[in-house]
């Protein structure tokens, strides 16, 4: 009987071993879950570097400086807020200050890398597989996150691509491409390799410039960028202003950013003799003007590979018989049905130069210059003499980023 009690007593004092061991692994391993989550909270996903730093290219010590002198926060004159958008037409009007992030509602992180056409992964990330949810805080840009693509023409390359290539393009050079049409040994030594020929014809002629538009959205497509960005090479980008606004976005959702160069959405007549249905129908839409520059986020990109990749992007230029800027917007806003986001930091030679305050220049994405008639249509900023400088885009630079090479010392920073 005692042998009994004692074996009872043994068993059961095992059983409350078990017990109070499962006990102590349970609150183990909620602690360690509880660790982690609220780690995430903090620090939220990492993105594979050190957070918002910018990252130029290899520098020259002034463009460091200057760097490091625009890492710091400025106004944004054109963030998204949902709260303020007047819709004019189908396209989203942005003109207030607000600290709101870009993303849509519901909008997950975007994978590590991002998939290019080719990769399998690609037709997961457009079914949205490889978004992840619940991200605290959204993906930082970073610099080299974006492509820029410049369009530019062999009878260009020595005035206006030489001034890029002084000025704005030493603040992303790994980034920047030039689109042209010829072999020009001198620049592609000089932009290490960034030169593409794209075999379009020269001129300034809609089929010309489709043509380069074309080349330009391919050459991101094969690429694993999660931004492109087009500009003229009569404009001057603001590079590190430019990686802060699509900060404000996310590059998984579709983004068309941009600022329309007329003041209500463009009526075009379809001439479908082909079809029956079709005759003479009127369509309306929005376009971002291809002087001022704007910016395609990869996933509406992608979204457009099936109508406007491999040389589709000129056909639709000839269907419509408009020039690059407005198949763009045709495509977008017209057959995908995505809003032109309006971003009035961006400029071009349409609008009066001289009207940009030099206390904004920091704020603003792009400018740029063109002779009217007899007259210089180009912003108005201290600097080089007239005649060094006609365009001032040297002046500008060097009021942005006095620390470069290039500025005279007298120049101070504001
Ligand atoms: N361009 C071109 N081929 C030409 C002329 C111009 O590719 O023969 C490019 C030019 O480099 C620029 C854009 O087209 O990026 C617009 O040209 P431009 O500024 O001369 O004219 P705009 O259209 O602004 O009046
Ligand atoms: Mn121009």
Known sequence: MRCLK????????????????LQVMAAGVFLIYMTLVL??????????????????GPADPAVAAAAAAVAEPQNVIAKRDNSVNSVIGNSHVINSVSSSSGQRAGVGGPPASYPTRFDKSYYDYQNGQLSVTGTPKPPTTELDDLLISVKTTKGYHDTRLEMITKTWYQLAKEQTWFFTDTNDQHYQKLTNGHMVNTNCSQGHFRKALCCKMGKEYEFFLDSAKRWWCHFDDDNYVNVPRLVRLLDEYSPTQDWY?????????????????????????????????????????????????????????????????????????????????????????????????????????????????????NEWNVVKVDGFDLKTDPKRIYSLHCYLYPFFSICPKTIKRR
């Open 6 to 21: 004692k074996k009872m007593s043994q068993v059961f004092s095992l059983t409350q071993r078990y017990k109070r061991t």
């Open 39 to 56: 780690y995430q909270n903090v620090y939220g996903y990492s993105s594979g570097s050190n957070g918002q730093e910018l990252q130029y």
């Open 257 to 373: 950013l941009g600022k329309p160069s007329i003041s209500s959405p463009l009526e075009i007549f379809l001439d479908n003799t082909k079809s029956s249905t079709e005759v003479n129908k009127k369509v309306t839409f929005w376009f971002a003007t291809g002087g001022a520059g704007f910016c395609i986020s990869r996933a509406l990109a992608l979204k457009m590979l099936p109508i406007a990749s491999s040389g589709k992007f000129m056909a639709i230029g000839d269907k419509i018989r408009f020039p690059d800027d407005v198949t763009m917007g045709f495509i977008i806003e017209h057959i995908l049905n995505v809003p032109l986001t309006v971003v009035d930091a961006f400029h071009s030679h349409l609008e009066p130069m001289e009207f940009i305050r030099p206390e904004t220049f920091h704020d603003q994405v792009s400018f740029s210059y063109a002779r009217m008639k």
